[in-house]
């Protein structure tokens, strides 16, 4: 087991290649995971970032990029360039 967020995880998203996936956490984070090794590549936080200033609802992949909504009602862009 791993314990991924400090809060729950709302939201969990594949990458098309199921070598990745993205949490989404009430934590106000999103985590980029390699999987199998289930290894944490990357942490989108608003300090670090710019983003959610709230728990993160939802993600959907889309080819080079995805979003994210939160609870503080903003929809956000990423472009994948951390893989």
Avoid at 32 to 59: A, C, F
Wanted: proline fraction near 2%; aromatic fraction near 12%.
């Amino acid at each position: 087991d791993i314990v991924a967020h400090l809060f729950a995880i709302q939201t969990l998203e594949w990458m098309p290649d199921q070598q990745h996936f993205l949490t989404g956490s009430m934590d106000k984070t999103i985590k980029v995971w390699k999987y199998p090794e289930m290894k944490l590549l990357k942490v989108i936080d608003r300090v670090r970032n710019q983003s959610h200033i709230t728990g993160i609802n939802q993600i959907i992949w889309l080819e080079d990029t995805f979003l994210s909504c939160g609870d503080d009602k903003q929809i956000f862009q990423w472009k994948i360039d951390f893989l």
